[in-house]
Structures are given as structure tokens and as C-alpha cells.
């Protein structure tokens, strides 16, 4: 990574976990070249290294829905844009409701993920049992599956979007840290 620090730029992100290195990468697609990301240790030092890699798109709002789909979506192309191995796999997720009022639930987060495109499928207990034979489903009331969701390296997918920003032209530093704004 680079060493140098600029003493001006024109966006300065500080830390270097998924969500910074995401950052990052974002604003230099669009051009921000002028860039510079601050991580005190390594990156993915923080958090992110814990994080088990569940990549989830059934989601209770808008917003949240249209960004796990498009983060899914990216992810299975970083590895191609970047060569650096994300691990990500669409192996697919299964929610099972044991209540009415869950099953409601998450049916109407089916249907909010569905009017965005992705792809989903409420299911019985019965096709639950098909996919997943080790389930005890006797008080399963219903549940949905995501055959694109999936798992990826959290670690890998930041370290991904790093070095997709540094392909821009964003400088990323570490062992800095900020102590001021
Ligand atoms: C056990 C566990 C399992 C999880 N599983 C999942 C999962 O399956 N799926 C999922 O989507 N999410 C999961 N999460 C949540 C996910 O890990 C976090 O939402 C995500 O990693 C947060 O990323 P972040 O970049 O915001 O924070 P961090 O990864 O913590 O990054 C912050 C960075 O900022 C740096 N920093 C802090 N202060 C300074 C400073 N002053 N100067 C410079 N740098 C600084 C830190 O060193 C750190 O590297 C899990 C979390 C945990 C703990």
C-alpha cells in the first residue's frame, strides 16, 4: 500500500473496512480519482475480519433491499475486475417463519425484494425439507428461498474493492490513523 500521504484531497475516508474500501471504490468509478482512504492498522482490521460473509438480500426496507441486491450482484463480478478470490458463492439461503405473524413478514419482504428484480420464492415446509433434509420443519409455517444469496471472504471482498479503487487512482494508507477532522 502506499506510504506517502497527499497533504490535500478531495475526499478523505477514514478506516479501511468493508465499508470504507466500498467507499472508496464507489467514488472513484464515478471519477473521483483526487481520493484518499486512512485505515489506523490494516485493513479489514476491524469488524469486517469477524464478519461470517452471509450475503442476505431478503431485507425490511427499500432502500436496504435495492442495496443488498446490488452489493450481491457486485460481488460476483469483483473477483473478475480486481483477480483478487472474494470466495463468493450463490449457494443460496432459506428463512423459515414458525409463526403466522413472521410468515407475513417475511412474505412482504419477498414481495418488496421481488419488485427489485430478485429472484425469490415463498415455499412450504414440505420443498424445505426437499432442500434441506436436516431441518426439523414440524412448526414450520411457511419460508421463502434466495437461490442467489450466498457467502463470500468479507476480508477478500474489501480487499477487492481496495485495490479496485487503487486501479482508479485512489490512494489508500496504512497504519495512519486520524486523530482530528
Ligand atoms: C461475528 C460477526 C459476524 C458478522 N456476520 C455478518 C454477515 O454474515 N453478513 C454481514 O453482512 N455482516 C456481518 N457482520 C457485520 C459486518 O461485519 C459489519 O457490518 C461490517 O464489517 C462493518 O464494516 P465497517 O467498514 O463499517 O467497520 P470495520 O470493519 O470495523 O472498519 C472500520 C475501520 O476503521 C478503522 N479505524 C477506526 N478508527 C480509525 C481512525 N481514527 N483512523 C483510521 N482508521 C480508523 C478500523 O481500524 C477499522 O479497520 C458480522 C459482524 C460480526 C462481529
Same mark, same amino acid.
Request: hydrophobic share 40%; net charge positive; aromatic share 4%.
Given at each position: 500500500?502506499?506510504?506517502?500521504?497527499?497533504?490535500?484531497?478531495?475526499?478523505?475516508?477514514?478506516? /479501511?473496512?468493508?465499508? !470504507?474500501?466500498?467507499?472508496?471504490?464507489? $467514488? =472513484? @468509478?464515478?471519477?473521483?480519482?483526487?481520493? %484518499?482512504? #486512512? *485505515?489506523?492498522?490494516?485493513?479489514?482490521?476491524?469488524?469486517?475480519?469477524?464478519?461470517?460473509?452471509?450475503? /442476505?438480500?431478503?431485507? !425490511?426496507?427499500?432502500?436496504?433491499?435495492? $442495496? =443488498? @441486491?446490488?452489493?450481491?450482484?457486485?460481488? %460476483?463480478? #469483483? *473477483?473478475?475486475?480486481?483477480?483478487?478470490?472474494?470466495?463468493?458463492?450463490?449457494?443460496?439461503?432459506?428463512?423459515?417463519?414458525?409463526?403466522?405473524?413472521?410468515?407475513?413478514?417475511?412474505?412482504?419482504?419477498?414481495?418488496?425484494?421481488?419488485?427489485?428484480?430478485?429472484?425469490?420464492?415463498?415455499?412450504?415446509?414440505?420443498?424445505?425439507?426437499?432442500?434441506?433434509?436436516?431441518?426439523?420443519?414440524?412448526?414450520?409455517?411457511?419460508?421463502?428461498?434466495?437461490?442467489?444469496?450466498?457467502?463470500?471472504?468479507?476480508?477478500?471482498?474489501?480487499?477487492?474493492?481496495?485495490?479496485?479503487?487503487?486501479?482508479?487512482?485512489?490512494?489508500?494508507?496504512?497504519?495512519?490513523?486520524?486523530?482530528?477532522?
Amino acid at each position: 500500500m502506499t506510504r506517502s500521504i497527499p497533504t490535500k484531497a478531495r475526499a478523505v475516508i477514514i478506516g /479501511g473496512g468493508v465499508s !470504507g474500501c466500498s467507499v472508496a471504490y464507489h $467514488l =472513484a @468509478k464515478l471519477g473521483w480519482t483526487d481520493i %484518499v482512504l #486512512l *485505515e489506523r492498522k490494516q485493513l479489514t482490521s476491524g469488524t469486517t475480519w469477524h464478519a461470517a460473509g452471509l450475503i /442476505g438480500q431478503l431485507r !425490511g426496507s427499500q432502500n436496504m433491499t435495492r $442495496l =443488498a @441486491k446490488y452489493s450481491a450482484d457486485l460481488y %460476483v463480478k #469483483l *473477483e473478475a475486475e480486481t483477480e483478487v478470490g472474494t470466495g463468493m458463492r450463490q449457494v443460496g439461503s432459506i428463512t423459515v417463519a414458525l409463526t403466522e405473524e413472521r410468515k407475513h413478514e417475511i412474505y412482504r419482504q419477498a414481495s418488496l425484494a421481488r419488485a427489485f428484480d430478485v429472484d425469490v420464492r415463498e415455499i412450504s415446509p414440505g420443498e424445505v425439507k426437499e432442500m434441506y433434509p436436516h431441518l426439523n420443519v414440524s412448526d414450520v409455517v411457511g419460508a421463502v428461498h434466495l437461490p442467489l444469496d450466498g457467502q463470500c471472504d468479507p476480508a477478500n471482498i474489501a480487499m477487492a474493492l481496495a485495490k479496485g479503487a487503487r486501479q482508479r487512482g485512489a490512494t489508500v494508507v496504512e497504519n495512519v490513523k486520524v486523530t482530528k477532522v
